[in-house]
């Protein structure tokens, strides 16, 4: 603990050295001829006790004390009087906040007892404070910490179903986002035309319809427990199966993008009358065992899957533009689903990073719809 500050205030020259002398070891020690030394002293300084005789010229202790009520309320306060005086002390000590007073001659070392006991009470009661403040100080820190989880949840749902955020926030292994093998689904998305379409509106105008329209977009793929894991350009990627797991999650990302596709009609509606415009998509869908986690550098990171499955994702998607708003999934996919879709072969295709042909499919229909009960709507705000 810092040593405290203690005034001694006596007339009298002799006294004053002596109460100097005796206080020197247990506190700083400021001296004052007369009350109103007295108070300069205090309002420059950091006094934790006054210690005062009572009998001074011009202001008496307990005047000083009454003084002192508005300068330094709580300072603790000592006098030191004759026998003689005390019934006359008792209704002064009341109005000075007296703490204690002493009868002279007094004994040093009583005094210094007395003096010893209040500054300990002194340490104490700052010891507290400080454990309260630092008490408080750590609520705080808590309370703020559960209201960035809350609004970190927010973001993350506007992403990610609810119920996968639940499972994600529940699970403790360390692996969930530091790289771990998942069997998944990947959809990928493309606006078909786009890069024309904003080459003739205002960059406003364009970038409103692509939040709407990638609005609508993150629902339905939330809604059927999928993860957007980014937007490209014009473009969107999403996971079925990560972070969290999901059964049937080939079904599920198909029948995402069935939904995608049944609900262009009404966003081109909306386009049509705003701009004048249509717009066609296409949509990729693979399925094969990924690495997911947190990918990127010490500046950025971002939570994402890799691997092969992904990137014949892409190259699926861009087979679609052999034919507007349409679904292509990979035989991978299929072999999951094909007695739950309606589908057609559009045959053996040569892809992009790959050595054998693969066997894309149309879907045309879902014909077993996933039950979505588990799974709530976290809809972007």
């Not at 005034?7 to 007369?34: G, H, M, N, P, W």
Request: charged share 30%; with cysteine.
């Amino acid at each position: 603990m810092s040593r405290h500050n203690v005034l001694v205030v006596d007339d009298e020259q002799d006294s004053l050295d002596l109460l100097q002398r005796t206080l020197r070891k247990e506190c700083i020690v400021f001296a004052a001829k007369s009350g109103e030394t007295a108070l300069r002293l205090l309002k420059d300084n950091n006094i934790s006790m006054i210690i005062a005789d009572q009998k001074m010229p011009e202001m008496t202790g307990t005047e000083l004390f009454q003084h002192t009520l508005k300068v330094c309320p709580e300072v603790t306060r000592i006098i030191l009087t004759g026998y003689s005086d005390v019934e006359d002390l008792i209704d002064a000590i009341n109005t000075g906040h007296v703490y204690r007073y002493i009868t002279k001659p007094w004994k040093p070392e009583e005094l210094k007892m007395t003096v010893r006991q209040v500054l300990d009470r002194l340490d104490l009661q700052n010891e507290n404070e400080g454990l309260l403040q630092e008490l408080q100080d750590q609520v705080s820190k808590l309370a703020n910490s559960i209201e960035k989880e809350v609004r970190i949840r927010k973001v993350f749902e506007r992403y990610v179903p609810e119920k996968v955020v639940s499972e994600v926030l529940e699970r403790a292994d360390e692996h969930l986002f530091t790289g771990e093998k998942r069997s998944v689904s990947i959809l990928s998305l493309d606006i078909r035309g786009f890069t024309p379409f904003s080459e003739k509106h205002e960059p406003e105008k364009v970038v409103d319809v692509l939040n709407k329209f990638f609005t609508e977009v993150s629902k339905i793929i939330i809604n059927r427990g999928g993860t957007v894991d980014k937007f490209i350009g014009d473009g969107v990627l999403a996971v079925f199966g990560a972070p969290a797991s999901l059964d049937d999650h080939a079904l599920y990302a198909v029948s995402a993008a069935m939904d995608i596709k049944n609900s262009l009609s009404g966003f081109n509606d909306w386009l049509k009358d705003q701009m004048g415009e249509n717009i066609g998509i296409g949509i990729g869908i693979n399925t094969g065992e990924v690495i997911s986690g947190n990918v990127g550098s010490k500046e950025k990171m971002e939570y994402t899957v890799v691997g092969g499955p992904v990137n014949m994702a892409f190259r699926i998607q861009d087979c679609t533009k052999e034919k507007l708003n349409s679904v292509l999934i990979s035989s991978f996919t299929h072999n999951e689903i094909r007695d739950r879709v309606k589908a057609t072969s559009w045959g053996k295709k040569s892809l992009k990073g790959r050595a054998e042909e693969m066997e894309l499919f149309e879907v045309l229909e879902v014909l077993d719809t996933p039950d979505t009960a588990n799974v709530k709507d976290a809809s972007p705000a």
